[in-house]
């Protein structure tokens, strides 16, 4: 019997958060709590193309190393997880718009890193999907279509960073003291998520202390829209799994039934 999964909103983070334990091992502990997926698909800040795309979808799925600066040893990195073809071919027939795919398009951080801490066995199908858009009520409205694949036992993640004002960060330390504005944001988030306030949180741009500092670009905050729009009961309160700051950015992750 497959189960339904639930839906998640994850800080991804960047290659050295597989050397943080801690953050590691919340990531691990929480996977561990889930039934084991049928396929995953993750819906990454970092790739947004226009229209609707799915990435690769052949045995081997490739990795894109599309980050710079670090380490060599970060560029070494393998996660071979399967293909996932037949949810490609599924999300195809449950869209209204057109989906194109890029078969050849490999995973990028902000997929296989979170994943080779949740999933380290790279045993179960992963595949991406790009965000066509920034608009926040498009975005839960693919939610809301992709929603029927929990039922099948797909894991639907949406991979961002809940503050990531890069520019603005003056401490790079893990545990470097979080600005004012990656503060705000955070707990303004979180009481907004508790009260079930999607109108609000969909207004974030206007609504949201600690803006435009926190996400001076929206990448990071738009796949929760997409989250949110898969959950069963979108007002509900989500399950928070993991809080906190990461070199001053706010971690908070959770899960939607």
């Given amino acids: 019997m497959t189960t339904k999964m639930p839906a998640l909103y994850i800080g991804h983070g960047a290659p050295p958060l597989l050397e943080d334990e801690l953050w590691s091992g ?6 561990s709590k889930l039934a084991k997926p049928t396929a995953i698909l993750v819906i990454s800040a970092h790739w947004e193309s226009a229209p609707l795309t799915v990435g690769a979808t052949d045995p081997g799925v490739p ?18 997880a399967p293909g996932a073809p037949e949810l490609a071919k599924r999300i195809k027939a449950m869209m209204s718009e057109p989906v194109t795919e890029q078969p050849n398009r490999g995973l990028d951080h ?10 380290p066995d790279a045993d179960i199908p992963v595949l991406q999907m790009s965000i066509p858009t ?7 409205d693919i939610g809301k279509k992709l929603a029927p694949l929990r039922d099948e036992g797909v894991l639907i993640i949406g991979s961002g960073f809940l503050t990531h004002g890069l520019p603005f ?3 790079f330390r893990i545990e470097a003291t979080p600005p004012g504005w990656s503060t705000e944001f955070d707990l303004w988030a ?4 508790e009260r079930g306030a999607i109108d609000e949180l969909m207004d974030y741009k206007r609504l949201a202390p600690g803006m435009p500092y926190a996400h001076p670009t929206v990448e990071h905050f738009a796949p929760i829209f997409i989250t949110l729009g ?8 989500p399950e928070t799994q993991i809080d906190g700051y ?12």
């Avoid at 902000?110 to 999933?119: E, F, R």
């Fill in 230 to 237: 898969a959950a069963t009961n979108s007002e509900a309160a």
């Fill in 110 to 119: 902000g997929a296989y890193i979170p994943l080779m801490k949740m999933y």
């Fill in 63 to 80: 990795l894109i190393y599309d980050f710079g600066g670090f380490a060599p040893h970060y560029y070494q990195i393998q996660y071979p």
């Fill in 190 to 193: 979180k009481e907004v998520l």
């Fill in 169 to 171: 960060l003056r401490e």
């Fill in 246 to 257: 990461w070199m001053g950015l706010a971690k908070r992750s959770f899960q939607v039934a």
């Fill in 26 to 31: 919340e990531l691990a502990n929480w996977s």
């Fill in 134 to 140: 920034h608009d926040p009520a498009k975005l839960f």
